[in-house]
């Protein structure tokens, strides 16, 4: 018997000898006078790892369950001859169900082929299921369909990243950022077509790319295989949409949207299409996919003509694979993005003259070679690159202003930047072989070369009590021109030990150094899987991830530094210039880490109804914060005189802690063709030593930096679903989710943080979207209309506020997105 694609670990020399001495293997199978030796593909030959196959003699007997290699193998002893039921289930295609073989005496080959996931024009009675319970895996993991991602009625679903919500286990806060299992964003790994997409100067997932071109989103939160680091969160990978050899296409969205916002306006318009099809027929394939965006914003609180800000965005997917031999399959592809926004950061709170105008453009490619060995191994090698550039230009020159009744002035950053990042990968899938049960080897590097350079004028800011009388001023001095670089390595190997058919067990053992830092840092993983019946399982596991290098952390103590004037009631000056410095020592530092760990429990019901307990835990050290340590020198890019008073000089230090715990209880259930929903409660908690970042960008002054992180939801619901009508033209989609409010934090007039951080919260958020659609037969094709209300119940979801003692409006909330009604128009193409 043989198991699929699950990578593990052994000691690091003598694996690597094994993984290669097993590219030629000896026998592996002894004789059985029965056995089935298959073969799983998808639709364009592409070999499918990870495969669950069940073999059924009859309702009751079941020929032990296995999964696919990475080269898409499997072979399956059996005690006679005879007739059998196979079926096949792999998340993101569609099931192969009760498929009959007669089975012959000696050796009978077979190729099996699933479809993908695809939004399903007509009536077809398949399922696909969205997380079997299968022994392929030891860590949980959340996905999402390209079906999914069309289907939940998101806000903005143009936009992939407002979807990451969906998944239980990832949270959006008040600014859109996300977290994934408690995490800072840059504590996420994200990948497209396995290669990192983190923006190389901040390590965030800046990319933007439309829901039209993706094909299914994969979030292993808490503990992934020793493949992957710089993810102390978890992984989130991306798959993009591929073609075949068939002609599709799809648009959305490519009528404007009308609004009546202080009068009517085109209030955004999300134009976006797909097309995929052959470059060859049985050779090669295409899927592109293009996304337009136009948003106006109004604030009704605003005058008008003071109360707008457009934006527009462009970006573009572009899949291809080529199959250059049955047995050596090539992929490449772009992403390419361009932003442009006036008046950026508009508000209640913020009018006009504050706002920033942003330009953005990223492009990035990819190449990845996968040849397939006889023996069954498979080596991987691959190339990307990322170039990405901003540029932030504020409306005037005057000073940046800070009031209890808001901001007033021009925003005090004018800033060019420009980052980049070479990644080049090999990985090699080693075959199985058979000792105390069998193994499984997968061994890797991963090599990466990041630049960041910026040039960065920053003017004045100050801050005004309510009588609007001047309390503080910060100036900036220094160069803000600055170019930094680092490069980082890393190895891996594990192991996928299965003693028996029902238990596996996974090693790993990864090893990471960069040039900042110059240390070499280990980082074990192990996991277990045990299938305690055919669709119940409980697994878990524990590891020591690595942080990802943040070349803007470095980069603070190169770039300008402030100084701060303090004054009295009657305009007196009574301290300074202050001077807040930054600097570190890169002997001194050590790599962040995590100790995570994880322990769930599975089951599959009948009907494909699927639940899931899960308790994930994580403890970072370690972690890079800066320190004010006053009795340390200056560093040696300040020009101040000698004597200069000091409001900090900011160090340098690994004593950044944060701790993560939570309990996850999920059903998800796919019905019928193309229908699914989903519910999920999550209790957790996240807090930190140095919950706010301290960055020359930010000029307030914070004390007592210890409390829960902006993003902590201790309670949260979340469910959504599309659903049949009774007639099959018809369906109804949702998305309901609630949660604990986000927590905030008090300031004074001097721009000092008040009491603990994070201590006050929003109100409880609650959205329910929901939505009708009707497909329609028009002019030889199929097309959906679909109509509904964003928050249908008009609930209150504040995400401003004024937090600004002495303020007449002080704790006053503003914005969140009101009760909405909503249209879309999809051409699905022909039937």
Not at 333 to 345: D, E, P, Q
């Amino acid at each position: 018997m043989r198991s699929g694609k699950r990578h593990g670990t052994l000691r690091l020399t003598p694996l690597l000898g094994a993984c290669i001495l097993a590219l030629f293997p000896a026998e592996r199978l002894s004789c059985a006078e029965t056995r089935l030796s298959g073969r799983v593909l998808n639709e364009n030959g592409t070999p499918v790892g990870g495969a669950k196959i069940t073999l059924r003699h009859d309702a009751s007997h079941i020929v032990s369950p296995l999964v696919s290699s990475p080269g898409g193998d499997f072979t399956i002893a059996v005690p006679t001859p005879g007739d059998y039921y196979l079926e096949i289930e792999r998340e993101g295609y569609f099931l192969l169900t009760r498929r009959k073989l007669t089975l012959a005496e000696g050796v009978n080959e077979a190729q099996f082929t699933l479809n993908s996931v695809r939004e399903l024009i007509t009536a077809i009675d398949v399922n696909a299921n969205p997380g079997a319970v299968d022994m392929d895996r030891t860590t949980p993991r959340i996905t999402l369909n390209s079906n999914d991602l069309l289907n939940v009625p998101i806000a903005a679903t143009n936009t992939l990243r407002n979807a990451f919500r969906v998944m239980p286990g990832m949270v959006q806060d008040s600014r859109g950022d996300v977290h994934l299992h408690g995490g800072t964003e840059s504590q996420t790994l994200y990948t497209l077509e396995g290669f990192q997409i983190n923006d190389p100067i901040t390590g965030r997932f800046e990319s933007r790319i439309g829901v039209e071109g993706v094909q299914s989103l994969e979030a292993n939160g808490g503990r992934p295989s020793a493949e992957y680091g710089k993810g102390t969160a978890g992984v989130l990978a991306i798959r993009s949409r591929s073609g075949d050899d068939k002609l599709r296409y799809t648009a959305t969205n490519f009528f404007p949207g009308i609004e009546r916002q202080k009068g009517w306006l085109i209030g955004g318009w999300t134009p976006r299409a797909n097309l995929s099809g052959p470059w060859k027929r049985g050779r090669a394939w295409f899927s592109d996919s293009i996304d337009l965006q136009y948003n106006n914003t109004v604030i009704p609180e605003l005058q008008r003509s003071e109360d707008r800000a457009s934006a527009w965005r462009i970006n573009n997917l572009m899949h291809n694979q080529v199959n250059l031999t049955p047995s050596n399959i090539l992929t490449f592809g772009s992403l390419v993005n361009f932003y442009f926004a006036h008046r950026t950061g508009l508000s209640v709170l913020d009018p006009r003259e504050t706002t920033v105008d942003r330009r953005q453009r990223q492009f990035f490619t990819y190449l990845k070679d996968q040849i397939y060995f006889s023996s069954g191994a498979l080596l991987e090698l691959g190339y990307a690159n990322n170039r990405t550039w901003g540029r932030e230009s504020p409306q005037g020159q005057d000073s940046y202003v800070f009031t209890p009744f808001g901001r007033r002035g021009n925003s005090f950053i004018d800033a060019d930047r420009r980052a980049g990042r070479d990644q080049w990968l090999a990985n090699l899938f080693a075959p199985a072989f058979p000792f105390l049960g069998e193994h499984r080897f997968k061994t890797g590097v991963d090599f990466d070369r990041l630049n960041y350079r910026q040039d960065v004028r920053r003017g004045g800011v100050e801050f005004q009590d309510s009588n609007l009388v001047l309390r503080r001023r910060t100036q900036f001095f220094g160069s803000g021109k600055l170019d930094a670089r680092n490069f980082e390595a890393a190895a891996y190997v594990q192991d996928s030990w299965r003693p028996r058919s029902n238990l596996l067990f996974e090693l790993g053992l990864r090893g990471e150094w960069d040039s900042l830092l110059d240390k070499w840092n280990a980082s074990p993983r192990i996991g277990f899987a045990w299938m305690l019946r055919e669709r119940t399982k409980i697994s878990g596991g524990a590891a020591r991830i690595v942080d990802s290098t943040n070349l803007r952390v470095y980069t603070r103590a190169l770039d300008q530094y402030s100084a701060s004037t303090y004054f009295e009631d009657d305009g007196r000056s009574v301290r300074g210039p202050a001077f807040s410095v930054y600097q570190f020592d890169a002997e001194r530092l050590r790599s962040p880490r995590s100790n995570t760990w994880n322990l769930t429990l599975e089951h599959q019901f009948p009907r494909f109804l699927q639940a899931r307990v899960n308790a994930t835990g994580r403890d970072g050290n370690r972690g890079f914060t800066y320190i004010n340590s006053l009795d340390a020198s200056p560093p040696a890019n300040f020009n101040g005189a000698p004597g200069a008073v000091f409001d900090a000089i900011y160090s340098l230090r690994n004593q950044r802690e944060d701790h993560y715990r939570a309990v996850e209880f999920t059903l998800r259930q796919p019905i019928r063709q193309r229908y699914e929903w989903m519910v999920s409660y999550t209790r957790s908690r996240a807090r930190s030593n140095a919950v706010l970042d301290r960055q020359v960008d930010d000029p307030l002054v914070v004390e007592h930096n210890a409390g829960v992180l902006p993003w902590d939801t201790p309670n949260r619901w979340i469910s959504w679903g599309y659903l049949p009508l009774p007639s099959q033209y018809w369906a109804v989609a949702y998305l309901a989710e609630y949660r604990t409010g986000f927590p905030y934090s008090l300031q004074d007039a001097r721009g000092h943080m008040v009491g603990d951080v994070d201590a006050q919260r929003f109100p409880a958020f609650f959205e329910l979207n929901l939505f009708l659609e009707r497909r329609i037969l028009f002019r030889k094709n199929w097309w959906a209309v679909r109509f509904g209300f964003n928050n249908i119940t008009n609930h209150k979801n504040p995400n401003v506020v004024n937090n600004l003692l002495g303020s007449p409006e002080f704790l006053r909330v503003y914005g969140g997105q009101s009760r909405a009604f909503n249209m879309r128009i999809r051409l699905l193409g022909k039937p």
